[in-house]
């Protein structure tokens, strides 16, 4: 008798035993599988700022100004990368095809992603798939400009003029947004002007200054610099209301040409970048935009301070393609 209470006792020991064992090790499972997975940061190494447009243009000018800026506020080295060509596609590229570690972002109007999708043929990069917005920086707009030794005051104006005219009219464009505004004005005002297309808007100041172009629709920065220089004359923006930043210059819609090109410059990343990565880009712009000395040089460029979440960028985006198929549609482009 007791041979055998002995015997269950230990049998029950045993299976006592082994149960915890299991319990022990199904809780350290769960415990395992519950811990959160450690946030990706961003590697050490040079932080590369990479601009669609070559050195002395407008974005190279803002892309400067935010790299120092970035510079105290990441602690790191930061590089600026010129990649001009492709209406911006091979800076947009080169960077989707970085490693999506965060030391390559891409600052440059994300407008222009929206209208390339629609403006290059079998075009390599799909803005909807291949880009992340990590963060935005800012709204602006194209401005349409002629050179100030020419007689025009108002769109009014120039518009009598190139209707007189007609295919004798020239105008310069610079980059899709430059393209889009100008073939709205010329559609609605039942233009014949003839367009030159420019590698980058600096590249038609002699055209403009000795008279072979008539008029130009240029970024805001650029358009801004010239008119103080005394080189240009500004005579309407394409957003459908004025901007805060620039209160004096009428819109092409109060002139009789209604359009709304709104543009914006965002910090961009391949889209496998992880998400605590994009989120720690987005805390850096969010700090450079809320200091005051980028409000104002923001301002005096021509543009409004705009700051989102990377989600909300995202989503602007996406309106973005969908808006400028309708803009490209309605301008008769043609993908090429």
């Known amino acids: 008798m007791n041979s055998q209470g002995n015997g269950w006792r230990a049998n029950l020991q045993h299976r006592t035993f082994g149960a915890a064992l299991t319990i022990a090790a199904g809780l350290m499972l769960a415990g395992t599988l519950a811990a959160p997975v450690a946030a990706q940061s961003i590697p050490e190494g040079d932080i590369h700022l990479v601009v669609a447009f070559p050195p002395g243009s407008g974005s ?37 095809r970085s490693k999506p570690n965060g030391l390559t972002i891409f600052v440059h109007p994300a407008n222009t992603l929206a209208s390339n999708f629609h403006l290059i043929k079998n075009n390599p990069v799909n803005a909807a798939k291949d880009v992340q917005v990590a963060a935005t920086i800012n709204k602006q707009t ?8 020419r ?18 009219g020239t105008y310069a464009t610079a980059g899709s947004s430059s393209v889009i505004m100008c073939a709205l004005y010329k559609d609605a005002a039942k233009l014949e002007s003839v367009e030159v297309n420019y590698k980058t808007a600096p590249d038609s100041l002699n055209d403009m200054a000795s008279g ?27 957003t459908g209301e004025r901007l805060t930043a620039a209160p004096d210059l009428p819109t092409m819609t109060e002139a009789g040409y209604p359009m709304d090109l709104s543009g914006w410059f965002a910090a ?26 980028t409000r104002r040089f923001l301002q005096n460029s021509g543009s409004d301070v705009w700051v989102t979440t990377p989600e ?25």
Request: glycine share 6%.
């Open 142 to 149: 194209v401005m349409l400009v002629v050179d100030a030794k």
């Open 60 to 96: 190279d000018v803002l892309v400067r100004f935010l790299a120092e800026k970035l510079r105290p506020v990441s602690g790191r080295t930061v590089v600026v990368e010129n990649k001009p060509g492709a209406a911006g596609n091979i800076a947009t590229q080169y960077m989707t």
């Open 212 to 238: 072979v172009i008539d008029f130009a629709c240029h970024d805001p920065l650029f358009a801004l610099t010239h008119q103080r220089e005394g080189r240009f004359r500004i005579l309407g923006v394409a």
């Open 151 to 168: 007689p025009w005051k108002t769109i009014g104006d120039l518009t009598a003029h190139l209707r007189k005219v007609g295919d004798k």
């Open 268 to 293: 961009m990343v391949p889209a496998a970048t992880p998400k605590s990565i994009v989120q720690q880009i987005n805390s850096w712009f969010d700090e450079i935009t809320s200091q005051e000395d």
């Open 312 to 336: 909300e960028g995202q989503a602007q985006l996406a309106k973005d393609i969908e808006d400028w198929g309708k803009y490209v549609s309605i301008a008769k482009l043609l993908p090429q």
